[in-house]
C-alpha cells in the first residue's frame, strides 16, 4: 500500500504525507529539524513490513504549502493531530528523531490517550539547552575538523549567511549534516542523500521553535507531566551522537515507562549506522 495524501488542518493548510507498508500497526514518523522534512523513506522500507508507516512534511516545510506558521509546539500537535484524524487513527505508535523526538513527546503529553507506545530517537531530553548546547557545538567542530577542508568550506559559507545562493545553501547543510555521521568515510554521501531531493530550509521555523524550547524545556511543569505520562516509551540512540547523551538521561529518569536502547555503534541517525539494531528496538513496540 502506497498512497500520497494532501491533509488538511484546521486552519486550512495543506500538508504533505505519505502512506507506506502493510503491517497492521499504525506507525507515524515525525522528522527532524526544525525547518526540514521528512527523510525517512529508509525507515519505512526497514519496517513496512511491520506497520503502516505514515511520513508527513511538518507546517510550512518541504511539499507541504508554504505557510507564515504559528510556529508553536501547540500549533505542531494540532497538526500532527491532523494527520492522525485524516487517517482514521484512533490510536497510533509515534516515532520521532530529534527535533522530532521533541515534537512526538509533545504530542504524547497533550494527547496521551491516541498513542499507543512512543519511539524517542536521538532527542536531547527535557532539561534545558545548557545540558548539551555547548557540548555539541564543540563536538561538532571537532569531527567536522577531521576534515581540514570539510570544516574550511562550511565556515566561509556559515560567514556568509544568509546572502548564500540556493546551491550553496544546499552545500552548507550537506556539510553540517556530513558531521552527524561517524564513519568519517562515508559521510559526505550519507549527506547528500538526505539533500536529495532538496527543499530548503525553513529558517523562520527554524528559529521560532528553538526559541520555544529554551523557555519552555526544562521547567518543573514539564518533569511534571514526564512523571505522570503513562504511555510506553522507547529511548533509542547512540555514543557517536554528537549531543551528550547524558542529555536524555533526564527524560528517562521522569518517564514511568520507559526502556532504553543504545546501539554502540550509532550516532544521530542510528538506522544509518545499525539499521538491524534500530529495526528491533522499533520492532518491540510495533
Same mark, same amino acid.
Given at each position: ?12 493548510? $495543506?500538508?504533505? $504525507? ?17 525547518? %526540514? ?21 511538518? =507546517?510550512?516545510?518541504? /511539499? !507541504?504549502?508554504? !505557510? ?26 509515534? %516515532? ?5 523526538? +521533541? ?57 556568509? /549567511? ?7 545553501? /544546499?552545500?552548507?547543510?550537506?556539510? +553540517?549534516? !556530513? ?15 538526505? $539533500? ?6 525553513? %529558517?523562520?521555523?527554524? +528559529?521560532?521553535?528553538?526559541?520555544? /524550547? ?35 538521561? !533526564?527524560? +528517562? ?9 543504545? %546501539? ?18 522499533? =520492532?518491540?513496540?510495533?
Amino acid at each position: 500500500m502506497t498512497r500520497t495524501e494532501r491533509v488538511l488542518t484546521d486552519d486550512g493548510t $495543506a500538508l504533505w $504525507a505519505h502512506r507506506t507498508g502493510h503491517g497492521a500497526e499504525p506507525l507515524v514518523l515525525c522528522h527532524g529539524g526544525p525547518g %526540514l522534512w521528512d527523510m525517512f523513506e529508509d525507515v519505512a522500507e526497514l519496517l513496512g513490513d511491520a506497520a503502516s508507516v505514515i511520513r508527513w512534511d511538518q =507546517r510550512g516545510c518541504g /511539499r !507541504s504549502a508554504p !505557510s507564515e506558521g504559528p510556529w508553536t509546539t501547540e500549533r505542531a500537535v494540532a497538526d500532527l493531530d491532523a494527520v492522525r484524524a485524516h487517517f482514521g487513527l484512533e490510536r497510533m505508535t509515534l %516515532l520521532g528523531h530529534s527535533w522530532g523526538a +521533541q515534537l512526538a513527546l509533545s504530542y504524547a503529553l497533550a494527547r496521551p490517550e491516541r498513542v499507543r507506545a512512543l519511539v524517542y530517537v536521538s532527542g536531547t531530553g527535557i532539561g534545558p539547552d545548557a545540558d548539551w548546547h555547548d557540548a555539541y557545538r564543540h563536538n561538532f567542530r571537532a569531527r567536522l575538523a577531521e576534515s581540514p577542508e570539510l570544516l574550511a568550506r562550511w565556515s566561509e559559507l556559515t560567514d556568509r /549567511r544568509p546572502e548564500l545562493s540556493e546551491s550553496e545553501a /544546499r552545500e552548507s547543510a550537506v556539510l +553540517q549534516w !556530513s558531521a552527524e555521521f561517524p564513519d568519517r568515510e562515508r559521510a559526505l554521501a550519507h549527506a547528500h542523500r538526505m $539533500a536529495e531531493p532538496w527543499f530548503g530550509v525553513n %529558517l523562520a521555523c527554524n +528559529q521560532a521553535f528553538n526559541a520555544e /524550547r529554551r523557555q519552555t524545556w526544562g521547567t518543573p511543569d514539564l518533569y511534571e507531566r514526564c512523571r505522570a505520562l503513562d504511555v510506553p516509551v522507547v529511548i533509542v540512540d547512540g555514543p557517536a551522537d554528537l549531543r551528550p547523551r547524558t542529555a536524555v538521561d !533526564s527524560l +528517562q529518569r521522569a518517564l514511568p515507562r520507559v526502556r532504553r536502547v543504545v %546501539l554502540p555503534e550509532a550516532g544521530h541517525l542510528p538506522w544509518v549506522e545499525d539499521p538491524t539494531g534500530f529495526r528491533q528496538a522499533v =520492532r518491540s513496540v510495533v
